[in-house]
């Protein structure tokens, strides 16, 4: 595996791949990689020629500098994982790589960056933005590759890349999860044994919620029955349960055939902050 930590050297290298006639997929990801990153790549690697990696913690999407300071970085096995896999290119820049100067650029979503983590998390979604913007100027990829776990993450990848005509073909694939149903979360590993099982919180809610609007009940009726199941356990603040469109990220109140709803949530198990979703 080909390991670039600059920038001039990795665009170099596959400028050339690409007059070779390979095809790009690229997974962007923050390390402490785990199953559902190595998903990705798998996908990558099956439909592309060269899988690029890139692992970058971007400091410009992080609320608070603890947060920033307490992501797992684990460099070294992620290193190792990704070559067993075989993928061919990992990125991994620093900060001052990325951010040669104080960036101005901020990025405005409309609703999608207002509602769920966007209310949460004022300005995260502008640094993602931002950053995979930078990370799909620099590997200039065919495919990119993103994780159902992040779903409103991936729907504003979506409107930058069609807003920015950016010239690629982006995917969202399937949350890879525990045997339990935990979503798999680089966070999971801040949990204690009695934390992750109160951890378990988010998947059942979402299968809950799940069923009980497929009986029938009301999205207001399910989020009330929701709110007691997070109260009855220890530990865990849930920060929203929302049901909205999977396109346009509208709250709804009543299911309807016409859209493709998905239940979305998050809470902080202890002091580690966790998401997941499940389309209806
Ligand atoms: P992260 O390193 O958390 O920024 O995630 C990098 C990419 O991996 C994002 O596109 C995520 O949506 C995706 N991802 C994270 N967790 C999972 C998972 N459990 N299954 C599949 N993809 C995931």
Redesign the pocket.
Known sequence: MQIFREIAPLKAFLVEKRVQGHTIGF??????L????I??IQTALSENSIAVCSIFVNPAQFNSISDLDKYPRTIESDTEMLKRVGCQVLFCPDAQTIYTQQHVVKFDFGLLDKVMEGEFRPGHFSGVALVVSKLLHIVEPHIA??????WQ??AIIKKLVADLSFNLMIKS?????ERDGL????RNMRLSEAQRQKALVLYNSLVLAKEELISGKSIESVKCLINNLYSSVTDVKLEYFEVVDSENLNLLQHVSQSQQPILCTAAYVGEVRLIDNMFL
């Not at 997974?27 to 402490?32: D, E, L, Y």
């Open positions: 997974v962007p990801t923050m390390g402490a785990h199953e559902g990153h998903s990705l590759y993103f994780g159902q776990k992040d993450q991936f694939l399937p949350t890879m999860r979503a798999m979360s680089s």
